[in-house]
């Protein structure tokens, strides 16, 4: 079926079959390959991309279903050379070890962060609780997740 | 935090890796594309146990997109030699253990459920799962009696026709005679039976391969997610003799995670290898998260009895442990020595315990193969000796801590010879026992314990010393043990016309940061800036062998072979030096980054050595070689021995059997730290794994065989919101044999913290013992059991 996406501001056209997932169209079709699979029973986290601007699990997602709707994921946060304030503090924390997580966590951090402005260290989380991550044991992710949400505050207000 | 200026040796430096990881550039196995390429899909045994009557690929080949079916049959009839086992390990009677069959697909048997007997290659992954589901439909099998528990494999027919008994081997270290002599004369006798929990590792980024055969070269090249590509070649080549090593490349690009389930060889990665050759078209295959529980080589499984020895003062007289491991169905690369030297070798831990006697028998089951996963036999040692040592204390009345300090080996006392083999180097465990007390505000316990049993929970506090032998090893006497490979490791550096460097090393990172830390460690040396150093690691078309990253050796054995390479290139430079500077070789000083004639002014900097090297103007050829790359092999004089102390304190709800971890400290003593910030994360990760172990995870087979754990559905992991945030700090006794001191960090988060939470929840519960994972109904059921019985 044809449907129309866009993705990180550009907009496409496609032509998929009907069952076909939305991190499938993103990695396949789009080469986006920073929406990473950990799994096949919407449990990791690994896929999670922005759909109209709310974290959504890519891979429990038909394309179809996201017809007309803007997408972000990881690849569309940082402007140019500069990162995205939830970046920064990934890397500023060392809030990564083998990275493959780590795009699924930004984005449901910074939607976590959009949603609830004043974030306590519980509130994350319990608000990370759909992300495995099985490298860094949580801590410096839980830290760079509370200093990104300042970053995007600061940002924001600036 | 790191600052900008601050770059070298045990600076906290921000990672170099990371940008492209959180920019969603990284590039791991399966986000490679290939023209051309084809998908392929498994047929997996459904049984436990089962012997193939008739495989008809017909009805599969004519299905939709197909482009080929390829069975364990026809992979035998090309010749392909079986998966082998890398460390041949040798029963008490002298005899060889027992080694099965190990063919990448099953032509005549199938020996656990999702043990793969045919590959099909299709034009999408749909079309060829579609036609392997077909085949494990089709397949004519007639269903055989699967062992599926440990307790009883020994006793049970042998699952492997041509084996005589599931018993691979029957193995002991230690003096039996002195250990018997020690139980004679105890005051006390503590005896435990534990059971060591079967884990999955679940890396996150799943197994995948791509390979790609040039009919043109005759070269096959693989792209695949391992811990050590050199390994994967050398085996491919030597063993299963698919094509020979100088036309085999191995690439390991970004890896996502391995805690050791990606050192192995396994029968997937190898037969899409084989089928791209066959069908001369690229091939790639990435599991699925079902397949990484049925497939990935399971960790640990082992059951214990064990008894410790004390003297009336409480020392530890002697301690005498057998235990069954559980192998799985086949031997898995380095499987039969994990239960065995990285195991019964450190029954010692932190203490001078006289005379020590330990039994494995290593089993064979109708269940995925079991090989090293984080910690790997050390974990399972560590909570041997550390719950009886726990209850020991609880017994004698005695404080867990002053006991432990009481039978400590001394500083003085270093190197020591324990009575398993190993000798350790150096080591200070009162000092990391100490600092860990401290944070822990141990003596403030019994107040904390009191104000918890006011709001209706039993608070528990649990210590964990452990110690692990790392840096794997000095090569002859890993094969004197019985490895099939040396256990050194190579680095090169190039240093290139303008100053800059590459650094080549057969250690790989895949998540460890080595881009970071080895650049640390040759910017030092060479006093070259930190971002011109570039390190390049997992590609054996780019860099001499290598074995790669497991066992924590990493820094320690790799690191160690870029000190020696950085020797070279410093020697080199001083010849080169000398005649730019026209002063005499022995002239010559090197420091941070320059070369000076000593008691003079003059000087010239690395980077218009280098220049020299290449644009040798003044220095003549005949007698300096051109050029600037030096290669170093370096192999490790002894293990490296990091040790420290955990603590868990938890509170325990006695109506839910919920168990909150309100603190947890890791005092680890690594020797020498290069970036603390990266150790600290290590130490994260390894705790999480190790509470993880203790709390959470085990993987279950029902009685005929079949995975119940199968999905993140039923194998739970560790989430955010189970998690303290811990107290990491460390000790320094810098490792006494290798050019940084440094002993490596990767597992002792995964060793050490099993038994620390088990020995607080038992001591805020107080139940002698209580198996793992602590599910609160266990812990529930357990407490109702014993309220019934006070
Ligand atoms: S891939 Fe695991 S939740 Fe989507
Ligand atoms: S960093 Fe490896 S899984 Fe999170």
Not at chain 1, 69 to 91: R, Y
Not at chain 2, 33 to 57: E, H, N
Not at chain 2, 636 to 651: D, L, M, Q
């Amino acid at each position: 079926m044809q449907i129309r996406l866009t993705v990180n501001n550009t907009a496409h056209q496609l032509d998929v079959p009907d069952n076909t997932l939305l991190v499938e169209v993103l990695r396949g079709e789009l080469a986006l390959t920073g929406t990473h699979i950990g799994c096949d029973t919407s449990q990791c986290g690994a896929c999670v991309v922005h759909v109209d601007g709310r974290s959504v699990k890519s891979c429990t997602m038909l394309a179809a279903q996201a017809d007309g709707q803007e997408v972000t994921t990881i690849e569309g946060l940082a402007d140019g050379e500069s990162l995205h304030p939830m970046q920064e503090a990934f890397k500023n924390c060392h809030a990564l070890q083998c990275g493959f997580c780590t795009p699924g966590m930004i984005m449901s951090a910074i939607d976590l962060a959009q949603r609830s402005p004043g974030l306590t260290e519980a509130e994350v989380r319990r608000g990370l609780e759909g992300n495995i991550c099985r490298c860094t044991g949580y801590q410096n992710i839980v830290k760079a997740v509370l200093a990104g949400a300042s970053g995007m505050k600061a940002a924001a207000t600036s | 935090m790191a600052t900008e200026e601050n770059t070298g040796i045990g600076a906290s430096v921000l990672r170099k890796e990371d940008r492209r990881f959180i920019t969603g550039v990284g590039r791991y196995t399966d986000d490679i594309q290939v023209s051309g390429q084809t998908y392929a899909a498994f047929a997996r045994s459904l049984w436990a146990r089962a012997r193939i009557d008739k495989l008809d690929t017909g009805v599969a080949a004519a299905m939709p997109g197909v482009i080929g079916v390829l069975t364990g049959a026809e992979m035998a009839a090309d010749g392909l030699g079986g998966l082998p086992c890398g460390w041949l390990v040798k029963s008490k009677d002298g005899s060889d253990m027992q080694q099965p069959e190990h063919p990448p697909l099953a032509h005549t048997h199938l020996n656990f459920v999702g043990d793969a007997f045919a590959i099909v290659v299709a034009d999408t992954e749909e079309h060829a799962q579609g036609a392997a589901r077909a085949l494990e439909q089709s397949v004519e099998v007639t269903e055989l009696t699967p062992v599926v528990s440990l307790a009883d494999a020994t006793q049970s027919a042998p699952i492997h026709e041509a084996l005589t008994s599931n018993v691979c081997y029957d193995w002991e270290i230690g003096d039996k005679a002195a250990c018997k002599a020690g139980f004679a004369v105890a005051d006390r006798v503590v005896e435990v039976e534990l059971s060591n929990n079967r884990l999955i590792p679940n890396a996150m980024e799943p197994r995948a391969a791509i390979a790609e055969y040039s009919t043109g070269t005759d070269e096959l090249t693989i792209h695949t997610t391992s811990q050590n590509p050199h390994l994967v070649r050398l085996i491919l080549a030597a063993f299963v003799q698919l094509a020979p090593e100088h036309k085999l490349r191995v690439i390991a690009p970004d890896v996502g995670g391995g805690f050791g389930s990606k050192i192995f060889v396994y029968s997937e990665e190898v037969s899409v290898a084989w089928a791209a050759k066959k069908l001369r078209r690229p091939v790639r295959w990435t599991a699925t998260r079902s397949e990484s529980f049925l497939t990935d080589a399971h960790g640990r499984d082992h059951l214990t009895k064990a008894k410790l020895a004390l003297s009336s003062e409480g020392k530890f007289l002697a301690m005498q442990v057998a235990t069954k491991a559980n192998l799985g169905a086949y031997l898995s690369t380095f499987a039969s020595s994990v239960p065995t030297y990285l195991y019964g070798t450190l029954m010692a831990g932190q203490y001078a315990t006289p005379a020590i006697h330990v039994e494995v028998q290593g089993t064979f089951t109708n269940t995925c193969p079991v090989d090293a996963y984080r910690g790997a036999g050390r974990p399972e040692a560590t909570f041997v000796v550390e719950r009886l040592v726990e209850m020991a204390a609880r017994q004698l009345r005695a404080d867990p801590a002053e006991l432990r300090r009481v039978n400590f080996i001394k500083p003085d006392q270093f190197p020591y010879q324990t009575p398993v083999a190993l000798v350790y180097d150096t080591g200070n465990y009162e000092a990391s026992l100490s600092q860990a007390l401290q944070h822990a505000d141990y003596a403030g316990f019994a107040a904390r314990q009191r104000a918890a049993e006011g709001r209706g929970k039993l608070r528990g506090i649990g210590l964990s010393c452990y110690i692990e032998a790392c840096g794997l090893a000095p090569s002859q006497l890993a094969m004197n043990l019985g490895a099939g490979v040396g256990l050194w490791e190579s680095a090169e550096i190039r240093v290139n016309p303008t100053g800059s460097v590459v650094v080549f090393t057969g250690s790989h990172s895949h998540g460890q940061g080595h881009e970071t830390t080895f650049a640390q460690v040759v910017s030092s040396t060479l006093g070259v800036p930190f971002d011109q150093v570039e390190v390049v690691h997992g590609d054996t078309g780019r860099l001499d062998f290598g074995l790669g990253t497991y066992g924590s050796r990493s820094i320690a054995v790799g690191g160690s072979a870029l000190i020696r390479a950085s020797e070279k290139i410093i020697a080199k430079g001083k010849r080169i030096a000398a005649h730019l500077l026209q002063a005499g070789i022995d002239e010559i000083d090197f420091q941070d980054g320059v070369f000076s004639v000593q008691a003079s002014n003059q000087s010239v900097t690395f980077a218009e050595v280098a220049f020299a090297a290449y644009i040798p103007n003044n220095v003549p050829t005949d007698e300096v070689e051109p050029g600037l790359a030096e290669k170093a092999f370096y192999d490790p004089e002894n293990f490296t021995y990091p040790a420290g102390t955990h603590i868990c304190e938890v509170e325990v709800d006695p109506e839910t059997g919920k168990i909150d971890i309100i603190q947890f400290v890791a005092v680890d003593d690594f020797g020498e730290v290069i970036n603390p910030m990266i150790v600290e994360g290590q130490v994260h990760g390894g705790l999480t794994q190790g509470i993880g172990q203790a709390l959470f995870e085990r993987g279950i087979y029902d009685d005929n065989g079949q995975l119940i754990t199968g999905s993140y559905m039923d194998y739970c992991m560790p989430r955010a919101d189970d998690l303290p945030n811990y107290v990491v700090d460390t000790t320094v006794t810098p490792c006494t044999h290798n050019p940084l001191g440094v002993k490596g960090c990767g597992e002792a988060g995964a060793i050490g913290a099993p038994a620390a939470v088990v020995n607080a929840v038992t001591h805020a519960t107080g139940m002698k013992d209580i198996s793992m994972p602590l599910h609160p109904e266990k812990v529930w059921r357990a407490l109702q059991r014993k309220r019934r019985a006070a």
